[in-house]
């Protein structure tokens, strides 16, 4: 049973709400509700919560942050669910400044997630849409058994970042489509406008002829193909093609469903959190503050923000970089002139002075509308991509450290901002995770399925890979092959039920229906600390 929110507290709640508007700020309405510890740390072992289905991860996660809190290791001072309405829980033991510093925090988070391309897609009820899923699964818990259920679930939890994050916002013909291509719909080899004169030179019928060939060989080829292009969401092509029961294939839908409800949080940390702090810094001082309570605020807040030489806080890179980009909008330190300027003391000084590239900062400034804009269509990898400079990177110290095994202490091995920067990105594409894709769902004609790494610099775990490809398999139901590349070197990893097998691949081996050739993904390199 929640506490109640007291009459200071809902008071505040409301009087904060309307400073976080005439800010700028857009949020579905806030419900808050006041827990305790124990309360809090039930609730975010369950992602935040309230209801989930019965799963011992649950369980676990919940004796991790009692023992957290227990000994002094870290508390939960807010969560916030991304629903409409949005729902946040604050601990009853919490300050008053620290409650409102909450709630401004969480109005933040409000407008992220209303506002933000990478939440757009996301269920705006996915608070009942959870306790749908609690009661669905206990269903089948009922049916078939509770070690059966659960066996199932962690075989499918082992999957859930098999997941193609990008396809929420694309259109693609569906791979089960039974409509039959239209004569008029068939592709045709491509032919230049031109005059009757000069069509034999422009478009040559050899060249006609041979395009046709190629196009006919291609629509042949794909014919049967299953999928007929690589599909990066596994757990949709296990969902429309293994043999499942009922009950497996609901659960399946149920993980991949909650994966994709809570891959834009991971694709936006630093931004959702740096956006969140700027404004509770920025309400807390200039709304809500009493003078009592400065000092228990910029303990806590400066807390939240701390770093250490080699770790990376999001709190703390997120509001930083927000905080360059609306100054460097506000002086004039942006567009092609800023950008080819070489002289590192000019930039730093660039707009200081009087002259045409300051600005006139306000409430209306041109920094605070880019902000604005780049919370709306941003994730933390086009964020950095964009925004990162080297004055940056020299004023927060982001450097490549490792720890000297003569003194203990962590020092400098790398200023090279390209370098960086590319080790940045590389950390937040795909969570420094390998693209698997499957490639082809009858590997030899024997219903095998046969998947596909596409190498952008992340080499496989191998004991991962084995027991991943178990898990795939245990859903497929027949052998799985997943082609990698470790040190360079092409391997087919196997699992057949019983047994697995790594092999070098040669030339020998039959080839699957798809490639990966890694040509829409951009390559970067990887470099260590």
């Known amino acids: 049973m929640f506490i109640a929110l007291t009459t200071e507290l809902r008071e505040w709640a409301e009087r904060i ?27 975010a072992a369950y992602g935040g919560f309230p209801q989930r289905y019965p799963h011992w991860k649950f369980g676990m996660e919940y004796e991790r942050l009692r023992k957290q809190h227990t000994y002094g290791l870290g508390k939960i001072y807010e969560m916030v669910i991304n629903n409409d309405p949005c729902y946040a ?4 033991d919490n300050a008053v400044v620290d409650q409102k510093t909450v709630m401004a925090h969480v109005y933040g988070h409000g407008d992220f997630f209303k506002n933000n391309t990478w939440f757009s897609k996301t269920n705006r009820k996915m608070m009942d849409e959870m306790a749908n899923h609690a009661t669905r699964i206990r269903r089948y818990v009922e049916r078939v058994g509770l070690e059966k259920v659960e066996c199932f679930i962690d075989t499918c939890l082992s999957l859930e970042n098999l997941i193609d994050p990008h396809s929420q916002f694309m ?19 491509t032919r230049f406008p031109a005059k009757a004169y000069m069509d034999r030179y422009i478009n040559p019928a050899e060249q006609m002829a041979a395009e046709e060939r190629e196009i006919d060989e291609a629509a042949h080829d794909a014919v049967g193909k299953n999928p007929p292009a690589p599909q990066r969401d596994i757990l949709l092509f296990l969902l429309e093609n293994a043999p499942l029961e009922d009950w497996q294939a609901d659960i399946l839908g149920i993980v991949r469903e909650e994966a994709y409800y809570f891959s834009p949080q991971g694709q936006t940390k630093i931004m959702n959190e740096g956006w969140a702090s700027y404004w509770h810094s920025t309400i807390m001082t200039n709304y809500c503050l009493r003078d009592e309570e400065l000092i228990t605020y910029c303990e806590h807040h400066s807390g939240t923000l701390a770093t250490s030489p080699g770790r990376l806080n999001p709190y703390k890179l997120g509001i ?3 905080r360059d980009i609306e100054q460097r909008w506000n002086t004039g330190r942006y567009g092609l002139e ?14 200081k002075g009087k002259g045409p590239k300051g600005r006139v900062v306000g409430c209306d400034s041109p920094g605070r509308q880019k902000i604005f804009d780049v919370r709306k269509t941003h994730n933390d990898v086009t964020f950095l991509d964009e925004f990162l400079t080297p004055e940056f990177v020299d004023d927060q110290k982001l450097y490549h450290y490792r720890q000297d095994p003569a003194t203990g ?15 940045m990105l590389f950390m937040l594409t795909n969570h420094a995770q390998p693209y698997i894709y499957a490639l082809d769902g009858n590997y030899r004609n024997r219903g095998e399925l046969y998947l596909g790494q596409r190498h952008v610099g992340v080499d496989l775990d191998i004991k991962y890979s084995v027991e991943t490809l178990k898990s795939i398999q245990q859903i497929w139901g027949r052998p799985v092959h997943l082609h990698a590349v470790i040190d360079e070197t092409p391997i087919l990893f196997t699992y057949d039920g019983e047994q697995g097998t790594q092999q070098q691949i040669d030339e020998s081996l039959p080839a699957p229906a798809n490639s990966v050739d890694g040509s829409d993904i951009p390559k970067r390199e990887p470099i260590g600390f």
């Open 338 to 351: 800023y950008e080819q300027c070489e002289d590192m003391d000019e930039r730093r000084n660039w707009g």
């Open 17 to 43: 709400a309307e400073f976080a508007r005439s800010e700028g700020l857009d949020f579905y309405d806030t419900i808050f509700e006041v827990l305790t510890v124990d309360q809090v740390n039930q609730v």
């Open 171 to 189: 259109r693609r013909e569906s791979p089960r489509s039974a409509v039959p291509r239209r004569p008029e719909d068939k592709k045709v080899a």
């Open 409 to 423: 202490r962590m020092v400098v091995v790398d200023r090279d901002f390209r370098r960086i920067k590319q080790q």
């Open 320 to 322: 930083e970089l927000l």
């Open 89 to 92: 829980y604050l601990l009853n």
